[in-house]
């Protein structure tokens, strides 16, 4: 079990150029996510990926989200972006997600019925469990929030709690005090449009998440 941060930790997904990422960094995101699902407008191809992380600044912690994905398609992403984590989203289980030499984090479609205490067990060997909006045919991305009231207290589970889901600048604070996870994963509320970071968005969603 892990204490309550003494701050919310924050991912900026959906980059898709080195001005976005710059824009994530400069504004305090301590993680940046680049999406490998061709379904979705953030999608970004290996070349692209590989010129976003060659601009990044030390510190930053960059993650790679596939869905389903074939397994030389991770490798070849790793092997040409030395990305630091990978993110998976669609129906991977634990042994697949292990099978790279990558940290990982695994995505959850939260519903009422979702046990999450469970999944964590299942899934010890992550680093973190992702709770994003459930959306039948949609792995994410939805724009919209779940009920928070469905989640545990984090303090009970055994991996990092991220929040995902219909975040953006208004409603991040009330979703930080009532769910209190250790992160906070936003993509379409800071756009300008799909594929797109606004910079007055990503301003006031970082200001919003660290404010007491």
């Known amino acids: 079990m892990l204490a309550q941060p003494m701050r919310t930790r924050i991912k900026m997904c959906g980059i898709t150029s080195v001005a976005d990422m710059q824009l994530a960094v400069s504004a305090g995101a301590d993680a940046i996510g680049l999406v490998f699902y061709p379904p979705s407008p953030r999608c970004v191809s290996v070349e692209q990926a590989a010129e976003i992380l060659k601009a990044m600044p030390a510190f930053v912690t960059s993650v790679a989200l596939f869905v389903n994905p074939e397994p030389a398609f991770v490798q070849t992403v790793i092997e040409q972006t030395q ?62 929030s779940f009920n928070w009231q469905w989640l545990p207290e984090p303090d009970t589970l055994s991996l990092p709690l991220i929040l995902a889901g219909g975040l953006n600048p208004e409603n991040i604070r009330q979703a930080i005090d009532t769910v209190r996870p250790w992160a906070v994963d936003v993509s379409g509320g800071i756009e300008a449009s799909p594929g797109k970071k606004s910079q007055q968005k990503v301003v006031e969603f970082v200001k919003a998440v660290n404010m007491r």
């Open 83 to 144: 990305v630091d984590l990978l993110q998976f989203h669609g129906d991977e289980s634990p042994a697949f997600c292990q099978q790279f030499d990558r940290p990982y984090i695994k995505a959850v479609r939260m519903q009422a019925e979702t046990d999450l205490q469970a999944l964590a067990t299942a899934y010890a060997s992550a680093q973190g469990l992702l709770v994003d909006t459930y959306k039948k045919g949609v792995p994410g991305g939805t724009g919209e």
